[in-house]
Structures are given as C-alpha cells and as structure tokens.
C-alpha cells in the first residue's frame, strides 16, 4: 500500500507547534489554489445574476458617494480646496480606491457566512475561501479601474512615472483591509454585531479618511490624516495615479509592511479559530 | 499482508463538548479561541485526560461530578465522552444510537470539521465524507459543475476530475437533472450526486451520515455494492437507524448513547443492543393506547400471547368482549405497526371463510396468527371490529396490545405476508373453529 496521508486531531492548541503551522499554512493555500479559482469563478457567475443592473452594482456605491460630494461642493454646501486636479476627479478617484479598501475588509467574514454550509460539512483547505475573495476583489476592482480609466480621460489627468507605485498601493489597500477583516473573523463570526457594525464604521471611517478631500496638515483633521492607517494608503494610491508629489510615502511603506504582518497574525487568528466557528456553526 | 494489521481510523479517549445554551455557547468559544493563544491550555486538557477513566462508572452522581472535575462549564455536557475504537482495512462500523447521542459530532471530528476536546483521532488515508444531505453543494451551480468543486474540495485537479466524471454522473443517475442548477434536485438526487462523489476517489475512509435513508431501493443497492467494493481497501463508518441497512453492509457496530459509546465486533450483539435501547426509550414516551366501543358492546379488552416471540413464531390475538345482542358476520381487520406507528403488517381478508359471529354474553375471539418475520423489536397491534354493510365501527383498539421479537435472525425490513393460522370463537364454553 502507498504512503498514505495521516492526519491527527487533538485538543492541543496549534500554536504550540508554530513551525507546524506556518508550513500547513503554505501547504493548504497552495492545496487550496484550485478549489479557489472554481469558487470565485462560481462567485462571478452567481453575483450580479439576480440583478437587472448586473455590473454596475460594482460601482454604484462609490460613484453615488462621491456624486454626493462633488454636488456639495459644487453648490458651495461644503467647501473643499486645495486639490490640484478638477474636483470630481479628486473625488471620484478617491472613493473608488476607497470601496477596494471596504471590499477587503468585508470580505473574510461575507466569505465565511457564504461558505458556512459548505464549512459546516466537507473538509478542505479553509485559506480556498479566503484566496477566493481576494480574487474577487481583485476582480471588482478591474471593472471599476474602466470607470477610473473614464474619469482620467474626461478630467485629461495624466499619470507620471510614480504610476508604478499605483499596484502596489492598491495591493496595500486590499491587504490591508483583509488584515483588519480577518482579525475581526473569530469574533465577527459568531456574534452578528461585528459585521452590523462595519458598514456603519465604514460610513464615519471614509470621512476622517482624506477620501473626498486632500490630507491636511494641521489641526484635528491633521492628526487623522496621520494616524489614520488607511490616510497614507490612499493619498499614496490618488498620488501615483495623478503624477502628484508622494507626500506619504514613508507613512505609506511603514503602513504597508504593518499590514502584511497583521495579516500573517490574522490568517493564523483564523486557523485557530476556525474549529471552534464551524462548532458553533450547526448544520 | 502487512496491509490487513493497518489501522485506518484510530480514535482514543475521545471526548468533545457541547453547550446547550446559544448564548453561552457563542461566549465559550470566544474564550475557546483564547485559550488557544495561551499555552498552558495544554495542561487543561491533559488533566481532563487523565481523570476520564472514572467518568466510566455508570454511576450518575460519580459521572457528574468527574465531569465537573474535567472543566464541564454551565449547560455544557459531553457530547462525546470518552470514546475509542480502531478500524482497519475491509471493516465497516455502523454507528447507531438514539438522536443527540453524539454520533454526528464523532463523525465531524474524524473528518477534522471540528476539534476534540479530549483524546486522540488519527486518520490514514483520504477521507470521503458524505455529513448529512446536500454534502455543501452550491445551489445555483448545477450538478455537473458542482461535481467539480467537490471534487476539487477533495484534492482532485480537473484533469482527474475529467477522467472521474463520467463515472460519477453514471452512479448518480439522475439523467438530465446534471445540467440543472443543484437546487431544483430532490434530497434523494442530491445524495445520489454526493455518494458518487464522495466515493470515486476510492477513499481509504469513508463517512456516511444517514444518506442512505433517502436513497430509493434501487440506489441503496448499488451503493451497497459500492461500499462492499472499496471495502477491500477502505474502513467505512456509517451512521444509520435502518436496521436493514446496518446488517446489509456493516461488520461492525458502534453503539452510542449519551456521548458514551462500546464497540461490537459481533453485528448481532450490537444491534440488540440498540434495540434493547429503543425500546426502553419508548416504554418511557407517553404513547396512547385507546380501546373505545359502541353498544351493543358493555366491555371489551385486546391480549396478545405470548408478548415476546422469536422471530418466525406465530402470535394470539384474544379479545374478550361483552355483548348484550348477537351480532353476525362483522369484519374484523388487524394490524401491527411499529412503535413509530409505521405499519408493517395488515391482516384484512375473510379470515378464511369463517364468519365473525358475536354472541350475547361474554366471549373471547381467539386469532392465531404467524408466522411472524419481522426484525426484532417491539411492534403494537390494532383491532378494529366493524358491522358489514354500513361500515359502522362497533369496536377500535389502537395500540393497546403489544408483543416483541426477540431476535434470532435480523431481516430486513421488508414487510412480508403473515396469515391466518387458526380463529375460533369461545361463547358459554362452547368453542366454534375452523
């Protein structure tokens, strides 16, 4: 008989073999690749076939959001200067790169309530779902990119070289998010409140984030703008689209590196706690 | 040769949890999850190892407080408690006992859904699990592309998958419904699918959670013969109530009640077991008999003798009644049902020819009837005595009256003919009969 694959189960906590979990980490995602890529594929299918608009849900939220602003700002409600490209621009631009960072961030826990059934009954490698959702990001993000693309053509902003800094800080959006999103899982999984709470935090977050306007410098507005870990990564992400100054940029590389360190600790966080979701998941 | 002294699926001192409280249960794991960071957890678990083995005595009061001793929480108890066995090649375990037992969450801990809170579980070799219906199909997808993401949840690439799915749509056998998204499917095609699934990559394990239930004759067949064919190579654990079932495929029983399982090599053991179980179970539910009668009757009551018999054996059905009119030519018409009140046995004919004549007075209706090959178990039986013509129902006894099969050879559950042996009719001492 050939080797066969042995597998043990025991209560003891799987931290206390970190080596043994870091390579099981790398085994599944690389077992889970393929199953992976059939699930976001079945997500496409499936995600916009129940609706009339179809792609356009992808972006309505940010285009209606930053419509708002750029109505505001136009009747003089609210005023915002200081940007150096045509305001619609500015805020359009910002919000879409806005939503890629929400999208990340919901997208552990929608994962998991989507996949719930399938958790709950057939064992496989648990980091499918997650790479799953990062595709779909990704994927979401390219259609907005046409919308983004459109505004740049009609507005005639001109990237510049520091455009090859724009992947990399889309990538730090989306990372980011999924950081803070996979920190959230254990708990946000089994009590509802969290992922109640996250449209409602997303929906003050974007305001003390210079999304619809320019970083500033001073004043309380300052003081988040600095220490508002998304703050660097969107003025960094606007900047290199738009040929602007990096005013972030060591903001941003520190921000970037944190990010990919908590999501480490977060897709470890959610190993862990995965038995203990599924036991509590019934069905 | 080697081969056959392989342990497959090897679980020791297994214990697992459960809360019965939603909101507890949701606090406990987050303190779970904890716990897991903290590495002096470890010490938690081994000590409730350690003290599991006076958890063993039968003794209530002993159990409860061991259990307390092993770190039991408020509304939390054992659903698995303290369970071993081992399974090697060509062995097939029928796990059985009543609902809640625990035999799900066993089932979900060997294939590693969930986490053990005490003991050992060490699986060698894939695994193919079917836990309860639906086996996490995708509902809009239909059947042919949710083969695929089954199978790749399996570890199959699609270039196996490719070589597997004729094969697999050939079991399953639902014909057009392949290329129908899977929630148009009834719950029997879906386990069809699954089970073909579940089982083309010739697993060394194989999990089944009660899907043969509701499989039709036909697929319950083939999947026998499936299961008989990996066998060979392959330990099969299967979660059934079908008595029928569990003596077609399985070699082995597990039997689990209140968390606490014990292993039977012996099938036969084991399912007498169980059923001695169910039957206690059942003699504690309120089940309702009702004997009701009209006039002329003044009295009526319904015997059965002897109550336990050996499978193949006949019974006598007595029933004494006081009439205060004679009465000719009514219809008597018998049943026995299970305790479930499935009907399994239905006795309706012209009893030979020979007229049911009632007597003023006191007599007894004596029926012999047999022989009686039904699975061993407790079945009720109903009487039911109505008047030719109109229909009227004089006399109707639903469940008062009882006998049991003591097992010599488990059957299947098949219901198959019973007839009349012999009736005769006792009035005032004289007896007419056949």
Redesign the interface.
């Known amino acids: 008989?050939p080797d066969?694959?042995?597998?043990?189960?025991?209560?003891?906590?799987?931290?206390?073999h970190p080596l043994r979990l870091v390579r099981e980490m790398f085994a599944d995602l690389s077992?889970g690749r393929?199953?992976a890529w059939?699930?976001f594929a079945?997500d496409v299918s499936?995600q916009y076939?129940e609706t009339l608009l179809g792609y356009m849900w992808a972006f309505l939220p940010p285009l209606v959001a930053s419509l708002t602003f750029v109505f505001l700002n136009s009747q003089g409600i609210v005023r915002i200067s200081g940007t150096t490209i045509p305001y619609p621009a500015f805020a359009m631009i910002g919000t879409l790169l806005w939503q890629v960072f929400v999208d990340g961030l919901q997208t552990p826990s929608d994962a998991i309530a989507r996949a719930k059934?399938?958790?709950?009954?057939?064992?496989?490698p648990r980091e499918a779902i997650l790479l799953a959702g990062l595709y779909m990001v990704v994927f979401n993000f390219l259609i907005r990119l046409l919308l983004l693309l459109g505004v740049m053509v009609w507005w005639r902003v001109v990237p510049g070289t520091s455009i090859v800094l724009f992947i990399p800080a889309v990538a730090a959006l989306i990372l980011g998010g999924m950081a803070i999103g996979m920190l959230l899982v254990?708990?946000g999984s089994?009590?509802g409140d969290i992922s109640r709470a996250i449209p409602i935090a997303a929906q003050f977050w974007i305001l003390l984030t210079p999304v619809l306007y320019p970083p500033r410098t001073t004043g309380l507005a300052g003081i988040l703008a600095t220490w508002n870990p998304v703050s660097p990564l969107i003025t960094t992400a606007r900047e290199s689209l738009t040929n602007q100054p990096l005013s972030m940029l060591p903001a941003f590389l520190a921000v970037f590196a944190i990010s990919v360190l908590i999501l480490g600790l977060g897709w470890m966080?959610y190993r862990?706690?995965m038995?203990?979701?599924?036991?509590?998941m019934g069905? | 040769m080697k081969m056959d002294n392989e342990v497959l699926v090897r679980v020791e001192h297994v214990s697992r949890k459960f809360c019965r409280s939603l909101k507890r249960s949701l606090w406990y794991g987050v303190q779970d999850m904890l716990s897991e960071l903290n590495p002096s957890s470890k010490l938690r678990t081994t000590k409730r190892e350690g003290s599991s083995a006076p958890a063993q005595e039968p003794n209530e009061e002993s159990f409860a407080l061991s259990a307390s001793r092993n770190g039991l929480r408020r509304d939390e108890f054992w659903a698995v408690n303290d369970v071993s066995f081992e399974l090697r090649p060509g062995e097939c375990l029928g796990l059985i006992g009543r609902n809640g037992a625990g035999k799900t969450t066993l089932l979900k801990m060997l294939n590693g859904l969930i986490k053990p809170d005490g003991g050992r579980i060490e699986m060698r070799g894939r695994v193919g699990a079917l836990i309860s219906l639906g086996a996490g199909f995708n509902p809009i997808l239909t059947g042919r592309e949710n083969i695929y993401v089954n199978g790749s949840v399996l570890g199959l690439t699609k270039k196996e998958i490719d070589a597997k799915i004729d094969d697999i749509i050939d079991f399953a056998d639902i014909g057009d419904f392949i290329n129908t998204p899977v929630q148009s499917y009834s719950s029997g095609m879906q386990v069809r699918l699954g089970f073909a699934i579940a089982t083309a990559i010739s697993p060394e394990i194989l999990l089944l959670d009660e899907v043969l239930a509701v499989g039709d004759m036909a697929f319950r067949i083939k999947c026998y013969e499936r299961i008989g064919r990996l066998q060979k190579n392959a330990a099969t654990i299967l979660v059934s109530h079908s008595m029928s079932h569990l003596s077609t495929v399985c070699n082995r029983i597990f039997f689990m009640s209140h968390g606490k399982g014990s292993y039977y090599a012996d099938r036969k053991a084991g399912i007498q077991r169980y059923i001695e179980d169910q039957t206690s179970a059942s003699a504690k539910e309120d089940f309702e008999p009702l004997l009701t009668f009209i006039p002329p009757f003044r009295s009526a009551s319904i015997g059965i003798e002897p109550e336990q018999i050996q499978h193949g054996d006949d019974v006598t059905v007595l029933i004494t009644m006081d009439s205060c009119n004679d009465l000719d030519n009514l219809q008597l018409r018998c049943s026995a049902s299970t305790e479930e009140g499935n009907p399994v046995l239905v006795w309706d004919g012209d009893w030979r020819g020979q007229a049911i004549n009632v007597r003023r007075g006191r007599q007894v209706i004596r029926v012999v009837l047999g022989p009686i090959h039904l699975t061993a178990g407790r079945y009720v039986f109903h009487i039911s005595l109505t008047q030719p013509g109109n229909g009227q129902l004089l006399l109707y006894s639903r469940g008062t009256a009882s006998f049991e099969i003591t097992s010599k050879e488990i059957y299947s559950e098949v219901p198959t003919t019973f007839g009349l042996k012999h009736l005769a009719i006792t009035h005032n001492g004289t007896t007419s009969h056949l």
Do not use: C, D, K, Q
């Open positions: 008989m066969l694959p042995i597998r043990v189960y025991t209560p003891e906590p799987i931290l206390g077992a393929e199953l059939r699930l079945r499936a076939r059934p399938m958790l709950a009954r057939i064992n496989f254990p708990v089994l009590y966080s862990i706690a038995p203990h979701l599924i036991a509590r069905g």
